[in-house]
């Protein structure tokens, strides 16, 4: 086993309790015990309780590549239908590459951290532009896509080539830090890199795909963040917060900061023959290459009214008069909280006009679907699906 150019000579095997292991690099704590059961007892419970899922069905590195996408932050129940959905309607990275923007990030829609599909549509216009339609099999050359970074890099290569890199995920960091009861603050970039330097020591390298995708098994399906499995876990002889009896104090993570909550007043503007006024957000934002009803922050001092006449006039140089709140909409995100009050306006004056030159389009309200949304506004527009079949006097 080598790590940075050197043997990792293993210890003796320790007497259980363990100590806590405060220390860095983590490869010191390394025991033959550990190698045991690492490279033998996982692999041989993995392939006893492997789940069946389609992106274990398959040995094309683009599908790989997708799932891996797909399950960043998101669960695997959640990812399973969208990746059913996205390999029908791109089922080879020429595919992709050839859709354009809008069509990847309708198929998308809902699974939610929309820089996930502009970045993989951007690599997949790499990969058949530079290395001729195959995905990278070469760290230095998949870590060069957009939207790949160690991580995905390692499962990539790992699962799709047999290249022994080992992943670091959320998942895989809980399990070392238990096994090991480490109890450095894994947010801390030197804790990560001790991380990634004990998965490397530990990966089997003979099988990495295996190796990798059993971790991530065991964090996701027995070693989880509440009220983990112990006795069922083929680590548990050499885990040390097991035998402290506290997995749940790892891993440790500084605490965060409260997240903030914004109050954003959503303009729904409807000309003369009662289209709808949508406009896409710059790519280079958050949700970016998504449509949505214009609007935006309320500032101090301001009602919500005076928000929504302000932000329509800022950003689209127009004048509306409000007609009265159609809806409202809490909604959260990984780093805050929005709730959308969304005003029915009609316009009065002015042709809409971008501030930053992004499309614009009036559309019927049956034309929606047509159009990429982020989850709070395809609830408003749920909201004017209801109103259309439950009008009110005003509507009548």
Same mark, same amino acid.
């Given at each position: &086993?080598?790590?940075?150019g050197k043997t990792a000579t293993l210890s003796p095997t320790p007497t259980l309790p363990y100590p806590h292991t405060p220390i860095l690099p983590y490869v010191d704590a390394l025991t033959n015990a550990h190698q045991r059961a690492f490279r033998q007892d996982l692999l041989t419970w993995f392939a006893s309780v492997k789940r069946d899922m389609p992106w274990r069905r398959t040995d094309d590195p683009y599908r790989i590549w997708l799932s891996e996408i797909m399950l960043q932050q998101t669960r695997v129940d959640q990812a399973w239908p969208y990746y059913e959905r996205f390999t029908e309607a791109f089922p080879t990275v020429? #595919?992709?590459?050839? $859709?354009? /923007?809008?069509?990847?990030?309708?198929?998308?829609?809902? %699974?939610?951290?929309?820089?996930?599909?502009?970045? %993989?549509?951007k690599a997949a216009k790499r990969v058949v532009e530079v290395f001729g339609g195959t995905v990278p099999d070469t760290y230095d050359d998949i870590i060069t896509l957009p939207g790949i970074g160690p991580y995905t890099a390692a499962a990539v290569l790992?699962?799709?080539?047999?290249?022994?890199?080992?992943? /670091?995920?959320?998942?895989? &960091?809980?399990?070392?830090t238990r096994v090991f009861a480490l109890a450095d603050d894994i947010s801390s970039s030197r804790t990560r890199k001790a991380l990634q330097a004990l998965a490397d020591a530990l990966l089997e390298?003979?099988?990495p795909g295996d190796f990798n995708e059993a971790m991530m098994e065991l964090g #996701?399906?027995?070693?989880?963040?509440? $009220?983990?499995?112990?006795?069922?876990?083929? /680590?548990?002889?050499?885990? #040390? $917060?097991? #035998?402290?009896?506290?997995?749940?104090?790892?891993?440790?993570?500084?605490k965060k900061p409260p997240v903030p909550h914004f109050d954003i007043a959503i303009g729904l503007v409807f000309d003369d023959a009662g289209r709808l006024l949508i406009q896409r957000r710059p790519e280079d934002k958050m949700l970016g290459g998504l449509w949505e009803f214009p609007g935006g922050k309320q500032e101090a001092g301001e009602t919500l009214n005076e928000t929504c006449r302000r932000e329509l006039r800022e950003e689209l140089g127009i004048e509306v008069e409000i007609v009265d709140l159609f809806h409202r909409?809490?909604?959260?995100?990984?780093? %805050?909280?929005?709730?959308?009050?969304?005003?029915?306006?009609? %316009?009065?004056?002015?042709t809409p006009t971008p501030r930053e030159g992004q499309p614009i389009r009036w559309v019927w309200a049956e034309e929606l679907d047509d159009f990429a949304f982020p989850r709070a506004n395809r609830r408003l527009i749920g909201a004017l699906?209801?109103?259309a079949h439950n009008p009110t006097l005003f509507d009548r």
């Open positions: &086993m080598r790590l940075e020429e #595919a992709l590459a050839a $859709a354009p /923007l809008d069509t990847v990030l309708l198929r998308w829609e809902g %699974l939610g951290y929309y820089s996930r599909a502009r970045n %993989l549509h790992s699962i799709a080539y047999g290249r022994p890199h080992a992943v /670091l995920d959320g998942n895989v &960091m809980r399990v070392l390298p003979a099988h #996701a399906m027995v070693c989880s963040p509440s $009220a983990p499995s112990c006795p069922t876990c083929p /680590l548990h002889t050499v885990c #040390a $917060a097991s #035998a402290k009896g506290t997995p749940e104090a790892f891993p440790v993570k500084k909409v809490n909604h959260t995100y990984t780093h %805050l909280k929005v709730t959308l009050h969304a005003f029915r306006c009609r %316009l009065k004056q002015g699906a209801d109103r």
